[in-house]
């Protein structure tokens, strides 16, 4: 029972505490507020002067949005002077709040205060952003610039003037808090409007000298659309007549030594571009390939180094990188940009420090020689305005050793190389020398030569029989036994002079254990050989005696011819073995 008692008590208390805090006794004394409709980008400065008019100190100040503009906030920025408003003048840091017994469809910002308010002491804050006062309001103005061109229609009240291209409301006085006015402007804009879709930008460090940035755009012109046929020739000869809301070019602003500038497309090179540059930056002028109109996209990227000492310092054994967060381009809205810092490979320890919110998440990028590949660290930004350009860093460790990994990869690369060159000539000619492959190679070519030597002999003796033939045949027409016989003891001679040269061949082959597969067919050529030559000449002798004798009875017909068989098949046999050799 005591709890919840003690718990409303506490509540009561704090509730408390916010009321006051939200209706703290200030009053703003002044409001000057100048609403810049000029480009697609909409700046409002307002300029307040806040008056503490209670007793206790004062720290924070209250601002207030409907929530409608606070959904499309880009950037808010609070700057504060005590006293004098010529005084020095500090970045106020700024955080949503949610003050209790407030209209829930208003968002606020709390703006801290260095110092405390006094009492009676006065405060001048601007801040960039539409007004809605949580406190009484003395003295406000409005003043809208329009972008010059034809105004439709605009909200009045009393005191409104609209003078050339300004529109001025107020000075109302005595307003009280939360005081809510609408109004509407319709007005003419022709300026171009560069909104880009998507903006990937790629930082990558290299401890070689140089950051180098790649940036991929999709840019749409987000101004009003076109309204007919666009044609090329009349935008030519009259372009500022039809082609008021064309981009003719974009304007980036590359700090001033920036070097390797290009600008392409997936097309390729794009060779109108300009580019100039004084010590201060670097301007690069670049002109899409067609008239953008309104609605109308198109991609491209552009890159370029920098050098790596105006951008990566280390302090306290880490390093970081410097860099302006957003597009170098003038004037442009980025729906997304992503943001992606490419590190060296081995840095580790991997911190970011920037000026606003984003989303974070690490990748990891490979390229040629990469072993474990490069952190790669993203940060994701919707709604990024010039306005968002500010230093981010990012921190890491990075050993200078990780440096050498890759050149010393290289160099033990061409070494292992050219020591594999070296010991394959090497083991090359120790194979021409010593090695048993080689030696078995030189022994087989040797066996292969011998072969057709022997090969020789026997076609010599194939000669040999093919004389013996004739002889016979000569001798049935010619009679003449006298030649016959001289024919066959020169066949006879010649035989043997050939077995003579055989003999070693033969030897030379069974000497080399190459040639044990073809000892058997060699045995068998010879034996056949010598059978052939023997019935050769058996035949011979008995076919010159009975032409000598003139006596030839039929047995002695019929051996001869069945000695004729054999001869055919032996000859046949010794054919087909010669062959077999020489395919060896
Ligand atoms: C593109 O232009 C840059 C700078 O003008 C030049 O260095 C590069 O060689 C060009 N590339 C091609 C493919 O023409
Ligand atoms: C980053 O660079 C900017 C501009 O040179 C400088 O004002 C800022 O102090 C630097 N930030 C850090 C953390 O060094």
Request: glycine share 4%; charged share 20%.
């Amino acid at each position: 029972m005591a709890t919840p008692l003690r718990l409303a008590a506490l509540l009561l208390v704090l509730v408390a505490a916010f009321a006051s805090a939200a209706r703290a006794d200030l009053v703003v004394s002044r409001a000057d507020r100048k609403v810049d409709l000029t480009s697609h980008i909409v700046r409002v400065l307002t300029s307040l002067k806040v008056e503490n008019a209670g007793s206790e100190p004062v720290s924070k100040v209250l601002l207030a949005f409907p929530n409608i503009q606070a959904k499309n906030l880009a950037a808010i920025r609070a700057f504060g002077t005590e006293g004098k408003v010529k005084g020095l003048s500090s970045v106020l840091p700024i955080e949503v709040v949610e003050p209790s017994g407030v209209p829930p469809e208003l968002t606020f910002f709390s703006a801290s205060l260095h110092k405390p308010l006094q009492k009676g002491k006065i405060l001048h804050l601007d801040d960039s952003s539409h007004y809605l006062s949580p406190y009484p309001v003395k003295v406000q103005t409005l003043s809208i610039r329009l972008p010059g061109g034809r105004v439709e229609s605009y909200t009045k009240y009393g005191n409104t003037k609209l003078v050339d291209s300004e529109l001025k409301y107020g000075p109302y006085e005595d307003v009280p808090p939360f005081s809510y006015n609408p109004i509407i402007v319709h007005f003419e804009n022709n300026n171009p409007f560069a909104v880009a879709k998507e903006l990937i930008r790629e930082i990558e460090i290299s401890h070689w000298g140089n950051v180098q940035i790649t940036e991929h755009y999709n840019i749409v012109h987000g101004g009003a659309r076109l309204k007919g046929e666009f044609s090329r020739l009349d935008y030519q000869s009259r372009p500022y007549a039809r082609g008021v809301s064309s981009f003719r070019h974009l304007i980036a602003r590359l700090p001033a030594r920036a070097h390797s500038i290009y600008y392409r497309d997936e097309i390729g090179n794009i060779s109108t571009s300009h580019l100039w540059s004084d010590s201060k930056k670097t301007q690069l002028e670049i002109e899409p390939r067609f008239p953008l109109f309104g609605g109308w996209q198109t991609t491209f990227t552009i890159g370029y180094g920098l050098p790596l000492q105006d951008f990566v310092f280390s302090a306290d054994g880490k390093r970081f990188l410097n860099i302006t967060f957003g597009s170098p381009m003038e004037e442009i809205l980025i729906e997304k940009l992503i943001v992606k810092v490419v590190l060296p490979e081995g840095s580790k320890d991997i911190d970011v420090s920037a000026p606003f919110p984003t989303n974070q998440w690490q990748e990891v990028k490979y390229s040629h020689l990469d072993i474990a590949g490069r952190p790669v660290l993203v940060l994701e930004k919707p709604d990024v305005i010039p306005e968002h350009n500010l230093h981010f860093q990012v921190y890491y460790k990075f050993n200078n050793i990780s440096l050498l990994i890759e050149p010393m990869m290289l160099i033990t690369g061409f070494f292992l190389l050219f020591v594999a060159c070296i010991a394959y000539m090497h083991t090359d000619m120790s194979i021409s020398k010593n090695s048993p492959s080689y030696l078995a190679k030189l022994q087989w070519d040797e066996v292969q030569a011998t072969v057709q030597q022997i090969q020789g002999i026997f076609h010599q003796c194939l000669a040999v029989h093919d004389k013996l033939e004739t002889s016979l045949h000569d001798l049935s027409r010619t009679g003449d036994a006298k030649s016959c016989k001289a024919a066959r003891k020169a066949a006879d001679a010649q035989f043997k002079e050939l077995a003579k040269e055989l003999k070693p061949l033969l030897l030379s082959v069974q000497s080399s254990p190459q040639s044990y597969q073809i000892w058997p067919k060699l045995d068998d050529l010879v034996a056949k050989e010598r059978e052939l030559q023997d019935k050769l000449m058996a035949r011979h002798a008995t076919v010159v005696d009975s032409v000598e004798k003139k006596q030839r009875g039929q047995d002695i017909e019929n051996w001869i011819s069945s000695q004729q068989q054999k001869i055919a098949a032996l000859r046949q046999e010794v054919e087909s073995l010669l062959e077999y050799l020489s395919e060896i």
